[in-house]
């Protein structure tokens, strides 16, 4: 039976600019959490990565599907666009340098435990107002930023973490997107239509032991602090994380790092199980002078990560700019070259087996 643990962890949510009705005590929080779902799967991890040989594959090919993330009791959809779920704005802050190309908003929203969510998932917001048709606006989707107990461990809320889009058009005018500019422009105590949640891709694994290598690019990091907060800021009864969390980061300048001094405070907590690697590329670049895209930063790691990959109970996952998932393959076919293996066969087999998980845009 799960039972109530309670763990604090600070929170840095740098604030030139802020919002918010919640004022957990300074700056720590006090997290409970009373867990459901259960390792009953960890044991039974089918060892698909031998697909790689063709003998194999056949064999493996009629093995019985094994969940390897943590799909028990999920909730999909729960909250339609006719029927959202109406949040109120508790906290709305801006977490990147006044200096950066761009601003990034952390937002907290209220849901008295009726938007029952996982790490890695998804939730869809409506935007106050009409497009152009005189329609009401179509949802966006966001990913949690929060682990499923909330940034402030009641499990009454959910975080998201969202960049303004401002553009200039064709015709030279700025343009603002909607629901961005709109969530970004939240103050504490406004409502919210949030539907979801959504989405499995991105779901952790079950496994405690489990390598997780995590590629964000900007708000992509969204899925990896949810991930991060359950492993190193929460204490649960049936998941006590023991194995290699692996976290790239790439932004634009340094001014734009997100959470930056969150996930050094994990590290110094567990500098055995979390490692850290920021590509900055407007300031970084490689011996070669290229610029310091994510890609470029394990290209550093190249073996190692290889290695890692050879492991049933590595899983990656990659979050942000749809441009990132080139520039990895790019490394790793050459990598796997090495090894005489088809990069794209393996992905593909990775995949299945649930251990290589893409949501890019
Ligand atoms: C699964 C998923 C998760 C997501 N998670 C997040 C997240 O965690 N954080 C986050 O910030 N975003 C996230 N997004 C993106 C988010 O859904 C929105 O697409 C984003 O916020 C822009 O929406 P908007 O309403 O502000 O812009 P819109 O008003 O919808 O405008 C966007 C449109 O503007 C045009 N446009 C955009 N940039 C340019 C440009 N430079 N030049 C010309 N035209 C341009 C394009 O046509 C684009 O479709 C996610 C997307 C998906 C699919
Ligand atoms: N689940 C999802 O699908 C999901 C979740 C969250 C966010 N998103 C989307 O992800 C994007 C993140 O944007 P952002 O504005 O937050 O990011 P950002 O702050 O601009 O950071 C993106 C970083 O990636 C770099 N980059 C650009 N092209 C790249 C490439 N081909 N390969 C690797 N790195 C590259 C950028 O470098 P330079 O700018 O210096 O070139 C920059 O350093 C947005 O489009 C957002 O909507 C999607």
Redesign the pocket.
């Known amino acids: 039976m799960a039972s109530t643990t309670a763990v604090t962890a600070s929170v840095s949510l740098p604030s030139s600019k802020s919002s918010r009705i919640f004022s957990p005590s300074s700056d720590r929080v006090s997290f409970h959490k009373k867990t459901s779902w259960s390792l009953r799967n960890a044991g039974r991890l089918v060892a698909v990565r031998a697909q790689v040989t063709t003998t194999e594959t056949d064999s493996a090919a009629k093995v019985e599907k094994v969940h390897k993330k943590n799909v028990e009791g999920l909730t999909v959809n729960k909250f339609k666009p006719k029927n959202p779920y109406i949040g109120r704005c508790l906290l709305n802050t801006k977490i990147t340098g006044d200096d950066a190309p761009g601003e990034?908003w952390h937002m907290v929203f209220s849901t008295e435990k009726e938007v029952p969510y996982r790490e890695g998932q998804?939730i869809g917001i409506i935007?106050d107002g009409i497009d152009k048709k005189g329609k009401p606006h179509k949802l966006?989707?966001?990913?949690i930023?929060s682990s499923a107990i909330g940034d402030f461990g009641d499990s009454k809320s959910v975080s998201?973490?969202?960049?303004r889009?401002i553009?200039?058009?064709d015709a030279g005018e700025e343009?603002?997107?909607?629901?961005?500019?709109?969530l970004c422009d939240l103050k504490a105590g406004d409502e919210v239509k949030i539907t979801g949640p959504i989405?499995k891709e991105m779901l952790m694994p079950v496994d405690p032991t489990a390598t997780v290598i995590m590629l964000g690019t900007g708000?992509?990091i969204?899925p990896f602090r949810s991930f991060l907060w359950k492993m190193f800021f929460e204490k649960h009864d049936d998941y006590k994380f023991n194995g290699l969390a692996w976290l790239f980061l790439g932004v634009p300048t340094s001014s734009s790092l997100l959470y930056k001094e969150e996930f050094e405070k994990m590290k110094e907590k567990a500098p055995d199980n979390f490692r850290l690697d920021f590509a900055v590329s407007r300031e970084q670049k490689n011996d070669k002078g290229e610029k310091m895209y994510i890609q470029t930063r394990m290209a550093e790691y190249a073996e190692e990560l290889w290695e890692l990959l050879k492991k049933d109970n590595t899983y990656v996952y990659m979050c942000g700019l749809k441009g990132m998932e080139k520039g990895i393959d790019d490394i790793m076919v050459s990598l796997a070259e090495k090894d005489g293996i088809d990069w794209m066969q393996y992905k593909r087999d990775l995949k299945k087996a649930e251990q290589w998980n893409v949501?890019v845009?």
């Open positions: 990034t998804s935007a966006r989707l966001y990913s930023a998201l973490c969202v960049k889009l553009y200039t058009n343009v603002k997107g909607v629901c961005s500019n709109y989405g708000t992509g969204a949501e845009y």
